[in-house]
């Protein structure tokens, strides 16, 4: 992990290589919390992370589709009757 | 209506069946409007959420009353603003792969619906609940 120390008003620039162009994550406020601004391309999500491992549990959860599937859904409900 | 879904074919659903999200499930922000669908063969502790927008986009929802021992959601006191005056029906998102004595339930960020304004909203507890919970604690 690469650990830099900003100031309020400094920022990081994350370069993305092949010109797609850079994220800049700027330091707005420090307290017991700080104030982030990030400056993304087109192309780039920014999520805080808590809420982002419930997109990927939400994308996992979509992708449920076996071929079997209501057979599956049928053993799973016998557990619960 | 008739509406295309993922796992039935067509099938018809009424208006006042269609229910919309208020608060998005995370990551599927364009997609709003689901309808519960029941198999009467499976009973109701499992549900499948299809979206009317996209019959590719399905969940299968898990009703958490067994788990009620130790699952108690602590709605925030916002969420009357989000689905409206009433009660609420809590489901939590299956995820079910290939395998599915390792089905997973989400505790942290249930999904909850206002049945009388057939509002929806997933909403992340301040309680910690694992985003994963195994379902099945035995072979099946």
Known sequence: MLIITRKADESIIIEIEGGKGNIEIKVLEVGSQIRLGIEAPAGYKVWRNEIYQNVLANRQAANSSLP???DAVSKLSEKFK | ??????????????????????????????????????????????????????????????????????FKPELPHWIEDVLGKGDYICWVLCAIPDDIRKTTVNLKSPIFINPNTRKV????????????FPLIKEDI
Not at chain 2, 51 to 58: E, H, R, V
Not at chain 2, 121 to 132: G, S, V
């Open chain 2, 1 to 70: 209506m008739k509406y295309k879904t993922r796992d039935f074919g067509e099938i018809d659903i009424k208006d006042s069946d269609i229910l919309t999200f208020a608060q998005p499930l995370f990551g599927f922000e364009d997609y709003r409007r689901f309808a519960l669908i029941y198999n009467h063969e499976i009973g109701e502790s499992l549900v499948w959420l299809q979206s009317l927008d996209d019959p590719d986009l399905c969940f299968i929802l898990f009703d958490p009353t067994p788990l009620s021992s130790f």
């Open chain 2, 121 to 132: 909203a997933q909403i992340m507890l301040d309680q910690n609940y694992p985003i994963r």
């Open chain 1, 68 to 70: 079997n599937l209501l």
